[in-house]
């Protein structure tokens, strides 16, 4: 850049040899120019370089290219489909069905048990079957043997009145406990074998 200064050290006016102009009034077009066309949506209609044709043109592309652009989106979102609509005439009226209101159940009374099924010691055997037997029915081992007369009865077959069935001096209980017979020789769960 080349700066030329005068012999007061001040620059030159670069715009000295372009004419001055009048300021235009409100509406005036300056001189030399073409009129522009602006349409209702601010698109120029009409320019020096493009002509009316043109831009009609670009306009309608336009409108084009973006309508299928938009139809495309609502058809792969599946909102351009519509939904059918049923006449109202074919359509049946149904009444929805009241819902009953729940009857509460009554609690069942509890059923006493019957008098032989009683079980006073609470043992496993009823009373009804420990007088039979002739066991205490409010004693769960009525032989002191570290037996319950259930599992004398039911289980090990032995005596509920004797504490030592097999007479071996060792009561039941600790037979059993150390995994003998109470009723006899052997271990239990062992097959007697004959002699």
Do not use: C, H
């Amino acid at each position: 850049m080349i700066f030329i200064f005068d012999d007061k050290d001040e620059p030159a006016d670069i715009f000295a040899d372009i004419p001055s102009e009048k300021p235009l009034a409100p509406g005036q077009m300056p001189t030399g120019t073409t009129p522009l066309a602006v349409g209702a949506s601010g698109v120029i209609l009409e320019s020096a370089p493009f002509g009316k044709k043109r831009v009609v043109i670009g306009l309608v592309a336009l409108l084009l290219v973006g309508g299928g652009a938009a139809a495309a989106f609502l058809t792969l979102s599946g909102k351009g489909e519509p939904t059918p609509v049923v006449p109202a005439a074919t359509q049946p009226e149904t009444q929805p069905e009241p819902i009953p209101e729940p009857q509460p159940q009554p609690e069942p009374e509890p059923t006493p048990a019957p008098a032989d099924e009683t079980d006073s010691d609470r043992d496993g055997l009823s009373d009804a079957q420990e007088v039979s037997l002739g066991t205490d029915p409010a004693n769960v081992d009525s032989d002191d043997d570290g037996l319950s007369d259930r599992e004398e009865v039911q289980t090990y077959q032995t005596d509920p009145l004797n504490p030592d069935t097999d007479g071996d001096t060792f009561k039941d209980g600790a037979e059993v406990k150390n995994l003998y017979d109470p009723k006899g020789d052997g271990r239990l769960g062992e097959i007697p074998t004959a002699r």
